[in-house]
């Protein structure tokens, strides 16, 4: 199957009001291209430069989210590459975040990156930390809180990381019902190439695919 036929084989089975990401690090920009004239409206990128590289291509006629590990010397490239940064972890990285989008006279909207399998190498925000991280973003000027993000564990079964999205359903629903000022919960993104079905069941709305789209990676870069 091309990357056509892949991404529309996707949105075919895809519900209506699930956004997919294509998650598009070590892709060429003619591989995106391909997706994008398949219908993808969102490309998620992992690495600052290469979002900056691809992006002088491919332009801003989609979006562009943040789906990687953002160091908090890349904030003012991520403001200015991103729609959306995904995997806001820590403070640090928030306070970065508002100063830079401040400075551009923007409100730059973030979903929270949550670690809800709780594994010590992996970033993301304690499940049981993120309420009160999220009361703590809403105060920010800048920042706009517009939901979570999880990867959860990486398992042998796909089937074994649904407690962890069922976890983080239930995050997401607790902190909708605080009705916080300045915080509206409207993305919950979970869900790989070997996952979505699973976490769409768990109720995301937003998934993040590169495999199913692109195949097996090949290159040796990250
Ligand atoms: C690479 C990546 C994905 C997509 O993973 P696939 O298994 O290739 O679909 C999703 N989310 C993040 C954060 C990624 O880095």
């Not at 989210?65 to 590459?81: D, F, M, P, S, W």
């Not at 970065?96 to 929270?112: D, H, M, Q, T, Y």
Request: charged residues 25%; contains cysteine; glycine residues 8%.
């Amino acid at each position: 199957m091309s990357i056509r036929e892949r991404v529309r084989a996707i949105f075919k089975e895809l519900p209506s009001g699930v956004t997919l990401v294509a998650a598009t690090k070590t892709r060429t920009v003619e591989e995106i291209q391909e997706a994008i004239e398949a219908g993808v409206k969102v490309i998620g990128e992992n690495y600052v430069q290469e979002a900056a590289k691809k992006q002088m291509v491919l332009g801003r006629g989609v979006k562009w989210h943040c789906i990687g590990h953002l160091q908090t010397n890349k904030a003012e490239q991520a403001v200015r590459l991103f729609d959306l940064i995904q995997t806001l972890d820590s403070w640090k990285l928030a306070e970065e975040l508002n100063k830079r989008a401040f400075k551009k006279g923007l409100i730059l909207p973030v979903l929270v990156e949550v670690n809800s399998g709780r594994e010590p190498q992996k970033s993301g925000v304690f499940p049981e930390d993120v309420l009160i991280f999220v009361e703590k973003l809403s105060r920010l000027s800048n920042l706009s809180v517009q939901g979570l993000m999880t990867m959860g564990p990486l398992t042998e079964k796909p089937e074994e990381v649904r407690p962890f999205f069922r976890l983080t359903k239930d995050i997401f629903t607790e902190i909708e019902r605080k009705q916080i000022p300045g915080v509206k919960m409207q993305f919950l993104s979970m869900g790989m190439s070997d996952t979505w079905r699973i976490a769409v069941q768990e109720g995301a709305n937003m998934v993040r695919i590169g495999t199913a789209i692109f195949g097996p990676r090949t290159t040796g870069q990250p």
